[in-house]
């Protein structure tokens, strides 16, 4: 078997829409334990983090042969990690909503409309509202939701004290929670 550690992520990309099988294991070796902590934590449950990674390797070889990668590895499985994690907390909020209706013995004979999001108007909207904040409390946010900078770090960083951070993302997730409600911990996700 070749060494693909050398090979960059494009390389290792051409690779996969050719069907190298090797260079889809070594993309799987290299990524899968990593995808796997992040997914577990945000599902808060390993065997269904496992299925979403499963989901997502199974999509990317299925679909091997129109494989753009546009970035790099890093960036693709961290977008299709997020969507599946958002696909599988709005699952799990229908099925919540459904098994309350049940038990409460509310259950509809009509078929159930599916609650579909557009992920991209969503993330759109997410983003305007997040620039109508002060722009210091724009800062703060998103040090702290992109970089994922602790209070502590984003006030040495800014030259702040971290009460000042604490109320800047009191603020800025306060006017959030106004604006979308009970989305808000989805669409937190597309900030990550």
């Excluded at 799987?28 to 299925?51: F, S």
């Excluded at 229908?94 to 991209?120: T, W, Y």
């Excluded at 305007?128 to 946010?141: A, G, N, S, Y």
Aim: hydrophobic share 45%; proline share 2%; aromatic share 8%.
């Amino acid at each position: 078997m070749r060494d693909f550690s050398k090979y960059s992520d494009q390389e290792l990309a051409a690779l996969l829409r050719s069907g190298d099988t090797a260079a889809f294991k070594t993309i799987y070796k290299k990524y899968w334990d990593k995808l796997l902590v992040v997914a577990g934590k945000r599902l808060g449950d390993l065997q269904e983090a496992e299925e979403v990674l499963q989901d997502i390797f199974l999509n990317l070889w299925l679909k091997r042969a129109d494989f753009q990668l546009r970035i790099s590895f890093d960036n693709y499985f961290a977008v299709a990690v997020k969507f599946q994690i958002i696909n599988r907390l709005a699952k799990r909020s229908r099925e919540s909503i459904r098994n309350k209706a049940f038990a409460e013995g509310r259950i509809e004979v009509a078929e159930p409309v599916a609650v579909q999001f557009d992920l991209v108007l969503l993330k759109q909207q997410l983003n305007d509202t997040i620039e109508t904040l002060p722009r210091k409390c724009q800062l703060v946010f998103k040090m702290s939701r992109e970089q994922e900078l602790s209070n502590k770090e984003i006030a040495r960083e800014l030259d702040i004290s971290e009460k000042t951070v604490e109320k800047h993302m009191t603020n800025a997730l306060k006017t959030l929670r106004t604006r979308f409600g009970n989305l808000l911990p989805v669409l937190m996700l597309l900030i990550r």
